[in-house]
């Protein structure tokens, strides 16, 4: 038996492991469920907290969006949108890459542009991670 089950049952009672067995299914549920949102229809330009555009995902392009720092260039291809190009200087924008599901989000904050994936059932919550 390895050290860690050896010292999990030494330091557990049965309901403390019982209570850990649920905790973890529910982390797997709720992983499961979280990732699972539909594909988007639609993404949502945001300027300095207005709406500056909707672009239908089905459609590729390239467009150009002025925000405070300068220019932002976003490319929409095969339903999904992400940032090519930012004047920012971390460029996390950019290192967050395609966002294709309903309700998710990515942004560059320094220049105050944000998209959004809009589809017909969004979740109110998305996970953020580089």
């Excluded at 209570?19 to 300027?47: D, K, N, Y």
Aim: hydrophobic content about 45%; glycine content about 8%; charged content about 20%.
């Amino acid at each position: 038996m390895t050290a860690f089950l050896r010292f999990l049952r030494e330091a557990t009672t049965p309901a403390d492991r019982l209570v850990l067995a649920a905790a973890w299914t529910g982390m797997v549920i709720l992983a499961a469920t979280a990732w699972s949102a539909p594909a988007g229809q639609e993404v949502v330009v945001i300027v300095a907290g207005e709406e500056v555009r909707r672009l239908d995902l089905d459609r590729e392009q390239r467009i150009t969006v002025d925000g405070r720092q300068g220019s932002t260039e976003l490319r929409v291809a095969d339903g999904g949108v992400r940032f090519t190009h930012a004047p920012c200087s971390a460029k996390r924008c950019v290192r967050s890459g395609w966002q294709h599901r309903a309700g998710a989000s990515a942004a560059c904050v320094p220049n105050k542009v944000m998209v959004r994936v809009a589809g017909t059932s969004e979740q109110g919550w998305d996970a953020v991670n580089y």
